[in-house]
């Protein structure tokens, strides 16, 4: 199984970034796929989850539908589309599955076994 991050970069405050994840080794075929982040001195969150075998998605309610997680246009790829950016939103993003979590809330609300590299993402004010 392998994981890779992709698309971060520097924005400013209320810019747009799309990140990718691209996965190898298997096919989307792992229950659920998600991306999260991790900020200095702060525990890593999730973002958003997707259900490869229906495509619901879950995105945390803190993030008041900045965030949107979906299928890339590539295949084997997992796009995350983040708008109106802030500052606190700077952190590494990383993809992650789980083969024993079956939904997209279910590994969203877990600690993934399988995570990818990840991408910085850095706003600035």
């Known amino acids: 199984v392998q994981l890779q991050a992709y698309g971060g970069g520097l924005v400013q405050a209320g810019g747009s970034l799309r990140l990718s994840c691209a996965a190898s080794?298997?096919?989307?075929?792992?229950?659920?796929i998600g991306w999260f982040r991790q900020a200095p001195g702060k525990e890593r969150e999730a973002v958003a989850c997707l259900s490869t075998n229906n495509d619901i998605t879950y995105h945390p309610d803190f993030l008041k539908g900045r965030f949107t997680i979906s299928r890339g246009k590539t295949k084997n790829t997992i796009d995350l589309q983040m708008n109106n950016l802030t500052p606190e939103d700077t952190a590494v993003y990383y993809c992650?599955?789980?083969?024993?979590?079956?939904?997209?809330?279910?590994?969203?609300?877990?600690?993934?076994?399988?995570w990818g590299q990840g991408t910085q993402v850095t706003v600035s004010s």
């Open positions: 080794g298997f096919t989307l075929n792992r229950p659920a």
């Open positions: 992650a599955t789980d083969l024993a979590q079956a939904s997209s809330y279910a590994l969203c609300h877990s600690r993934p076994s399988d």
